[in-house]
């Protein structure tokens, strides 16, 4: 029913705007095709408002001349170029992950080589300390491969290091004749990490199962989380942007066999991938709320152990968080608009920089719903996610001032970035007021006294104001917004789903009607949020026709999201993928993550008969749902066999048995422990 050709993508030419060519990455290398130039995790060179990603040449070889076919695979993450007399395969390798592979394949005659280098591309970015070719083993000119290093220009801050960068690759020749060659690169923070992943890469090579151990890391992330359509053009979107999607994340590389000296620290992931990001590009690799409240949500409930990587990494930069506070004024820990490496502000916008605030409510957000989607506070006891939540209440209930009615939040950007320097944005507000209810949560679960400014200051009666037009039923987006301005981006919808503010009915229409029809041809993520407030609102054909204006910003060959629909802006646009995904699992799915429990609501997806979610996740505990028209199938795959767990609709419940399979009709559901 559900084909192999799902997860295939073919072109006889490459796209007219080659920064809509594919990317492959392992959340420590990523690469754009017939690019030229790598980028690391973690890798930047300027200082504060300059950082970007830094560079790397490209010394990956191609083949030289016409190519016949290229083919994207997502269940393998390869890519693959193929002439009259050639085949050339490309892959970041999923377990070795300082490794970038190719291997040619000349089926007859010889071919001829060509690489991508250009040093004006990265001399602004990079110093050189060396460049040559070297024997790795004494007597054996087969090792012989090109050794290169430089040094980032100039750091983050003043007391950043100026990072170093390594890369051993294969020697090349400039003609390869009959028979399969293969061709290592790998990247690091130092010669020896460089020079054991490299030697690692050429054993597994020797071995055989340099590709096997790449492939079948992969075949397991799809074995284990998965979505299934009937559609055979849809379910191709679908595989791709959980590909895209999933590659930014580190899966295997945290615990790699003999390299246990070389631990990984994930940054994070930016708007544009880690396949994007220099100077002037793609937002510049920086981290935003577009990780914490667009793309962790989708993979919050397939493979949270993802998530935490995301979380550890704004744990690392409380630092930088708390140095803003204090350098506006503050207490407590504000977390800067745009950061990369140490965590400090490096937004290169003025305006953003000062104004756009929220991202600290979402980088709680997050943590809440990460303990909530496990059902383990370990992130906070044991990792240091508390003192996220603690300090960022403390950041909110210094922020606030009192109007004599309420607690105000003057002078931010809502995140319709259109308008600025307003007061009481609706979703900044929100999203604050919910870190402050977490953190009484938090404070509750850890046995500590909640700090009672936290509950003076997130009460329903007298706490933060959230802006409400009592006479038109609907949020103004901030104090003095009228009726139908011009905004870029989904913001007051964002109230009801994700943050989950209750409200009526009619009022959640109301908003989405209200700010859809007003909405600019902004960012690709927007409409998923209008299309899911509808469907909770159960109305299927207008959320159809939300949905569908996402793809708009969807390129083929490759699948690739962009920003914006009539432009480019940002490629590979995981915020739009992450807006996307998330239509699917928490829109025609119906997820939502609570503290006590799962709900479900599933609507078939439109132009589709038949819907398979592999593996949604909650509380370690895995299941398989399969969406029909006017059904669904849910089977519980693994988790805990002597625990109980059942399924609700009002006073009647199921109980969910390890592989057994409980078919019922659609409707609203939810799914807990007995």
Known sequence: MFAEEDYILTSSSLPSNSNNNPILSNSFLGYRLHGDAFFMNGLYNGYRKSCHRARIPCFIPYVAGHANLYTLNSKQATYTVEGDNYEQVFYAHSVLNRVFITEITVKSGTVSLENKLDPKLWESDLDQITFGKKTLYDGDPSSLVLFSAWQIKEPETESAPKLSVYCMSTSQSKTLGEGKHVFILAFGFSADETMEFYDLATKYNEDGVLFSTHKKSWEYVWETVNI??????????????????????????????????????????????????????????????????????????????????????????????????????????????????????????????????????????????????????????????????????????????????????????????????????????????????????????????????????????????????????????????????????????????????????????????????????????????????????????EAERLYKIQFKHLRRPFRIWNEYPNAVGCTNFLTAVGGFLQSLLYGYLGLRVLADCLMINPVVIPDCTHARYTGVTFCSERFNIDVFKDNFVICRTTGNAFELWFINQGNEKWPLVTNKVLNLPSGSYSINRG
């Not at 895209?244 to 246990?260: K, Y």
């Not at 991938?273 to 990780?291: A, R, T």
């Not at 993520?525 to 609102?537: A, D, K, N, Q, R």
């Open 228 to 541: 299934d359509v009937n559609n055979a053009d849809f379910a191709k979107t679908v595989k791709s942007s959980l590909f895209f999607l999933l590659s930014g994340f580190p899966h295997f590389a945290l615990s790699i066999p003999d390299l246990e000296s070389y631990p990984f620290q994930f940054f994070g992931v930016s708007p544009g991938s880690l396949g994007n990001g220099g100077k002037d590009q793609d937002y510049w690799g920086h981290v935003f709320w577009d990780q914490d409240l667009w793309m962790l949500p989708s993979i919050m409930v397939l493979f949270p152990a993802l998530v935490r990587q995301s979380i550890l990494y704004r744990i690392a930069m409380l630092p930088g968080a708390r140095a803003k506070a204090r350098s506006a004024g503050y207490l407590g820990a504000m977390y800067p608009w745009e950061s990369g490496r140490t965590g400090v502000d490096v937004c290169p916008g003025d305006i953003y920089a000062k104004y756009q605030q929220h991202i600290t409510g979402c980088v709680v957000f997050a943590i809440r719903q990460y303990v909530y989607a496990t059902g383990s506070w370990d992130i906070l006891t044991k990792d240091g996610a508390w003192d996220v939540v603690k300090e960022t209440a403390d950041y909110w209930v210094s922020r606030v001032e009192w109007d004599g009615d309420n607690f105000v939040i003057n002078h931010v950007m809502d995140p319709d970035e259109y308008h600025y320097n307003v007061n009481n944005s609706c979703f900044t507000n929100a999203a604050a007021r919910l870190n402050l209810l977490f953190a009484i949560e938090a404070s509750q679960k850890l046995a500590k006294t909640p700090d009672p400014r936290w509950m003076a200051v997130s009460q329903e009666e007298g706490g933060i104001k959230i802006p409400f037009d009592s006479a038109l039923r609907y949020h103004p987006e901030y104090d003095g917004y009228t009726p139908g301005t011009l905004i870029k981006q989904a913001s007051v919808v964002l109230l009801g789903y994700p943050l989950g503010v209750k409200m009526d009915d009619d009022v959640r229409r109301n908003d989405i009607e209200q700010y859809a029809k007003c909405t600019d041809k902004g960012p690709g993520m927007t409409y998923s949020m209008y299309s899911i407030g509808m469907l909770e609102l159960g109305k299927e054909d």
